[in-house]
């Protein structure tokens, strides 16, 4: 067995006996503790953190790979020596975001410095009593969303789609991911308020009370650049405040990454500026007058999920039953695109004055994907929805016949999701997609929201990420006789991967122009779930 198989075994067993020795295990642990190696931007971190004292804030934009959450566990290491019975919160966009993806990864950072799940630290529940481990000061009223650490230390997990979040709560410190999905007026004024201090007089005099470690990757919308502009606050005030600008260049280089990493992402990124932010970092320029002109993050997005599902699930993969803006007993309404190099999907609901942008779906050519499996996935994370009613809308090149098969795309996908158990309207009747300048005054229409005639349109900005990111950089461009046109050459590279492209918006306008054209030629109001005019 390896050393790391055999502390497990050793922690099992402890656990099952009900033993109290853990001081001896965790000697042994620290004795096992292995040299890391980190990358320039991360020994500049740490270099700050342990020479710089005076620094109470260092923010990071890092690109894609460049070890983001090897840094949090390593000054989650620090702080918790330093803050004995201290407490920091953690604020991500949504708590799902937290138990699926950045948890998961937490721990593995954990053990790279040496720290044991359920041996060094705890989370979502209290150590062994027979353990005598203090708790925080400050210690919180349940402990579900909640790390704890040996000393005493503990993490308050954060998000800002739960109302709330952070109010009550009095903590030292504050870590925050993906800063550029955060809204900063709630970090400011819902959770800010709570860094006051768990027990000043004990900690006053240490390098980590009051600090800030916040990170990101660059901003893909305009909605992110409040982080970006924190560049500026470092620049003017350097001896408390730090803005690290790094990519994963130097992890390619250490052989941390594969030889060929950003090579094969540059071949698979549909556009190169999505490339050169992801992966080098390089900020983008923004559209302006967009296809999408009205679309606004305060106004059309949200988060919204059902965290009773996911109760002790850490690491669980997400399904229909975590989401609280799906309604019960509502037909689900799709649009689809159809493609080559990308087949995508957008699940909406219409429910009362709202339709709603529930999740997005794509599968990609580049990994062998078809058609068939964008709808597997769509029956997987949607098979626990009671209503077994699909309203379906797709672009018009469906109802054409392959020359593979004697269906077409769209009864392919019909005969697919009936034998999966899905009730199917198939709604797009007509032979030809409507044209551009249609499409781009219904949404103006609708995202201006003065006619209440259209219903009010909203995106689950974390469901929908690659939906968003599509239809907020879609530009528009004159087309003949002057006529606004969504600019498509981003489907025409010849990259295979495409999620950030304008197909996702593609799909998007399908049930939209469907369901609520008529009504830009005063045909009266469409019911909830019903499609008008095109059955």
Known sequence: MTQEQLIRAHIDRLHRKGSGDWQSLMSQVDESYRTITYNLSQSATLYIADHMPAVKEINLEWGRGTGKTTIFAAFARRIAQDLPRGCFQWEVPTYQKFLTEIIPAFIHALEMQGLYKDLHYFIGRRPPARWR?????????????????????????????????????????????????????????DSGPSIRGSKYDAFKDRRYFDFRLMASSTALTKAGMWYIERQEMAEMDPARHRFIRANCAENVRLGILKPDYLTEARRTCAERWVFEAEYLNIRPRFTRNGFYALLDEERHAYTRFNYAHYANRVGASADCRG??????????????????????????QHVGQEFRALKNFFVLGADGDTQDDLFRNFHDYYQYHDCREIIFWYDATGNIATGNTKMTRAQQAEQQLRALG????????????????????????????????????????????????????????????????????????????????????????????????????????????????KW
């Open 133 to 189: 481990w203090t708790e925080p000061y400050q210690p919180p009223n349940k402990y579900d969303n909640f790390v704890t650490f040996w000393t005493g230390f503990g993490i308050a997990l954060l998000s800002q789609d739960v109302p709330g979040a952070g109010r009550g709560l009095s903590t030292d410190g504050r870590f925050a991911d993906e800063c550029c999905l955060l809204d900063k007026r709630k970090l400011d004024e």
């Open 323 to 348: 989401d609280a803006d799906l309604t019960a007993g509502k037909p689900l309404i799709i649009g689809v695109d159809w493609g080559a190099a990308i087949n995508s999907m957008v699940v909406n």
């Open 422 to 533: 899905w009730q199917v309207r198939r709604m797009t009747v007509y032979g030809t997609n409507p044209r551009h300048f249609e499409k781009y005054q219904l949404w103006e229409r609708m995202l201006d929201e003065k006619d209440h005639r259209f219903p009010r349109f909203r995106i689950n900005r974390q469901n929908c990420k690659e939906l968003w990111i599509s239809m907020s950089n879609a530009a528009a461009k004159a087309g003949m006789n002057n006529e606004i046109k969504k600019d498509k050459r981003q489907e025409r590279s010849d990259n295979q991967q495409r999620q950030y492209a304008t197909d996702l918006s593609d799909a998007a306008d399908q049930p939209v122009f469907g369901m609520f054209e008529p009504l830009m030629r005063g045909w009266g109001a469409p019911l909830p779930d019903v499609g008008v005019g």
